[in-house]
Structures are given as C-alpha cells and as structure tokens.
C-alpha cells in the first residue's frame, strides 16, 4: 500500500536526498500545485514508498518543488 494509498510520494533530487511530497489528484500533471512539500530533505525514502525522480516530473512542477524547498 504505502503512504496512504498514493496521497504521498517521495521525490529523489539526487543520490541519497529524498523530499516527502502530498500529490494532489486533482491536479493537472503538469501543474505547478500538484506537489506539495510536506518535509524537509532526508536521506532514505520508506521501502513502501513511491518514489520519482526530479527530472521526470514536468517543469513547472520541478521548479515549484525546488522553490519550496527555499
């Protein structure tokens, strides 16, 4: 199952440096409110987890992430 049925995800800026995001369903793909930070960088990600990577995310949403992370 992991992390309450996909409302989160892990998103994986590089080797070893996770961030926990809320993923709004209701959201186009490509918008910039579909993630949410919702912690701080951490080293590991839950095995349950789902985890994407930075580069796969749309744009707009890749920068919204970085900016949040500010």
Not at 39 to 63: F, K, Q
């Amino acid at each position: 199952m992991g992390l309450k049925r996909g409302k989160y995800a892990y998103v994986e800026l590089g080797p070893g440096r996770y961030v926990k995001v809320r993923v709004v369903k209701s959201r186009a793909d490509d918008s910039p409110a579909k993630y949410l930070v919702v912690s701080g960088e951490t080293a590991r990600a839950p095995n349950a987890a789902r985890v994407i990577r930075l580069d796969s995310l749309p744009e707009p949403a890749r920068r919204s992430v970085l900016e949040q992370l500010r």
